[in-house]
């Protein structure tokens, strides 16, 4: 077995809310549920859990054991993949390599979090010495940096940018799961003129922090032949790399660990980046999206911005870009906001999508983005692409 022998079955995720009053384990239950209706598959049938990580509501060390029980499951293999925004694309490969190994043949994986309700996260490690005492307590502050450095290499286009603001608002829009203070248009002066939060970063540029819950179902290939579903998605690739450069004292912090996971999730898929059908990136900001596009190859470092201008990035478009919206323009639930951009391309792939449904189904790029390390970029980066089967 492998990567190509699991099948993803069925998607699920509730509306993304600002300050909903949930909890992740009531959300975490609506997903379930909706799981189990989509999929055909009896609740006793699950027999692993992976949950992402939760800034909040779970509060408690046992997350994912305690998330069994609100459930009600009993499972041969639990597990909480703890890359941050990584987490849920990560998680499909860990789901991957445990039925491979025997340890169980249909996993549940959860992702719920609700920090615009209740935030408990503090970080720790070199933030209370090196970065707070001088006023870098945020992400928008790192990616501001992390911008401040591209602009000094390669310039930084603003017009760019805003069409990735724009791209994005225009698809959540058709979105009604996005969560509904986003769900609206904007314009190129509209971005320009937001207010600016860590130079560069506009408030365009950054995500809403808000309320949600996403997952998937995945089993066994041949189990999803035996039950003669009628579709679901295939992981076909997978890369991941974490803490980039660990070895040198100095690197580029404009270079991204998408390169070595990319590549590696490209030759496993058998795929070109010219070849992707539509991309699903991790979006917590903007810069983010243009990095992504020079590390995965679709263009050279420092081009992004001309890559960007030529290529239609619509749900209708050549390279459709986050069609549901992306955490940007549909709201970050968290650290489950890696699962909003998965959810989506797997919708993709079912031809689910609806009003923004995209013309080419063959395949989805999905990445992920976890954790600011100190004098790096992003700690982990994940990619992963997924492949219809009928």
Excluded at 148 to 156: A, F, K, N, T
Excluded at 285 to 305: K, T, V
Aim: charged share 20%; glycine share 10%; with cysteine.
């Amino acid at each position: 077995m492998g990567l190509r022998d699991v099948a993803i079955v069925a998607y699920a995720e509730t509306k993304i809310a600002l300050r909903s009053g949930s909890d992740p384990y009531a959300l975490a239950g609506d997903v379930t549920d909706a799981l189990l209706a989509k999929s055909g598959f009896d609740k006793n049938e699950i027999d692993g859990l992976i949950v992402a990580p939760t800034l909040t509501g779970a509060r408690t060390s046992f997350w994912a054991q305690c998330m069994a029980e609100f459930l009600g499951l009993e499972l041969a293999f639990t597990d909480m993949t703890d890359l941050g925004g990584c987490s849920p694309a990560g998680a499909v490969a860990r789901a991957a390599a445990a039925i491979d190994a025997g340890l169980c043949s249909t996993v549940l994986l959860i992702n719920s979090d609700t920090p615009s309700t209740h935030y408990e996260y503090a970080n720790y490690a070199f933030h209370e010495e090196w970065a707070d005492p001088y006023g870098l307590m945020s992400a928008p502050g790192a990616f501001g940096l992390l911008s401040q450095r591209y602009r000094h290499q390669y310039g930084l286009d603003d017009h760019a940018l805003a069409k990735l603001a724009i791209t994005q608002r225009r698809h959540a829009i058709l979105n009604d799961n996005a969560c509904d203070k986003l769900r609206k248009p904007i314009t190129v002066e509209d971005y320009l003129n937001s207010q600016m939060i860590a130079d560069p970063i506009r408030l365009l540029d950054c995500v809403m922090v808000a309320d949600g819950a996403n997952g998937l179902l995945v089993t066994r290939r041949d189990i999803a032949k035996r039950k003669k579903l009628d579709m679901f998605v295939v992981p076909s690739g997978y890369g991941e790399m974490t803490n980039r450069g660990a070895s040198r004292s100095i690197i580029d912090i404009t270079e991204t660990g998408h390169a070595q996971a990319g590549a590696k999730a490209f030759a496993a898929a058998g795929l070109k980046p010219s070849e992707i059908a539509s991309f699903h990136p991790y979006d917590d900001f903007l810069i983010a999206i243009m990095l992504q596009l020079e590390m995965l190859g679709f263009c050279d470092p420092g081009q992004a911005a001309s890559y960007i201008h030529a290529t239609d990035l619509g749900f209708d478009g050549t390279l459709p870009l986050n069609t549901g919206g992306g955490q940007i323009s549909a709201g970050q639930p968290g650290l489950a906001g890696g699962g909003t951009n998965l959810i989506e391309a797997v919708r993709q792939l079912f031809g689910e999508g609806g009003a923004r449904q995209v013309k080419n189904r063959e395949n989805a790029l999905v990445t992920g983005i976890g954790w600011i390390p100190y004098g790096r970029n992003w700690g982990s980066s994940v990619a992963l692409i997924l492949t219809p089967d009928a």
